[in-house]
């Protein structure tokens, strides 16, 4: 009897805990969207809180669209999460492959430099330099190239490739295939749980790149979402003089926010399910 209490008492506690976390997350998202469909009158009329909207407006979300440079922001940073994500899953791929084997000529000094890179890296300087000497600057491959491999997301591969039957494999060699046969023939199709994991990190990379945008890109014309974005956010910081007349300022700022994040928000559940199954198979080991 007092067992079954005690174990109402912990599973009340965990929902109670878990709704708090619940509430915390889905309130500022809440808020968000509300202030972004809110005329600024209404905003003001409320103190600036707004929850549940009573009128409901699209003017923000038009006035953001219909920006010259937002379509081809949202092109830009749609080009670079594309292409970016591919060759990042090509070359992480490429390199973790041959690492995952024991019998690869000084592996252990090359993992020991990749496992230093996560602790050091060149520096923002020297960084530029290299970008700047091998004529990126202003070139879409700067937000690309740099960026190329994650240690991280490596050595979560290379783990994984790892604890992948070594039978298979040596089959194939005794059918004649070789390493690249096996690579996209059995080990990459094995792999797609920890490749859309890693694949998800790297895409919500590239859809949020800003700094690199910043160092390397001048021309507005090639600058991504998140960098206009960080515009308009800063010419709206002067409220509007007529709230009635003048696009309200703070319904731009969250319908900028709403657009930019809805990609990643509508992709993310779909990819959900690959998470637990990658992180856990192709976690680190010491």
């Known amino acids: 009897m007092v067992t079954g209490i005690k174990d109402r008492v912990f599973d009340w506690t965990v929902i109670v805990i878990l709704s708090l976390f619940a509430l915390a997350i889905i309130f500022p998202l809440l808020y968000v969207v509300s202030v972004s469909l809110t005329p600024y009158s209404e905003v003001l009329r409320n103190g600036g809180f707004i929850i549940i909207p009573k009128k409901l407006t699209f003017d923000a979300y038009a006035a ?14 749609i080009y670079i999460t594309v ?6 899953l090509v070359f992480t791929s490429l390199m973790a492959y041959p690492l995952s084997k024991k019998y690869l000529p000084g592996r252990k000094p090359l993992l020991f430099f990749v496992t230093l890179t996560l602790l050091f890296n060149g520096g923002v300087v020297p960084t530029y330099l290299v970008v700047k000497g091998t004529g990126m600057i202003n070139s879409l491959w700067a937000l690309i190239i740099p960026s190329v491999i994650w240690t991280f997301n490596l050595l979560i591969v290379k783990t994984f490739f790892e604890n992948l039957p070594t039978e298979l494999s040596e089959a194939a060699r005794i ?3 070789g390493e690249v046969r096996i690579l996209t023939r059995i080990v990459l199709p094995l792999s797609m749980p920890v490749l859309a ?15 690199q945008a910043v160092m390397y890109i001048n021309d507005n014309n090639l600058k991504p979402l998140q960098v206009i974005l960080r515009s308009i956010l800063a010419s709206a910081l002067t409220p509007p003089m007529d709230a009635e007349d003048v696009l309200p300022s703070q319904s731009l700022q969250m319908s900028a926010v709403v ?9 993310y559940p779909f990819l959900q399910k690959y998470f637990t199954q990658g992180m856990l198979l192709g ?4």
């Open 64 to 77: 953001f669209l219909h920006d010259s440079l937002i379509p081809r922001a949202y092109g830009v940073t």
């Open 197 to 211: 994991t890693v694949g998800l990190f790297y895409a919500v990379g590239h859809w949020n790149e800003f700094f």
């Open 283 to 286: 976690s680190i080991k010491g």
């Open 175 to 177: 059918d004649g295939a």
């Open 83 to 88: 292409v970016g994500t591919f060759l990042n």
């Open 259 to 267: 657009l930019s994040a809805l990609p990643i928000l509508v992709v």
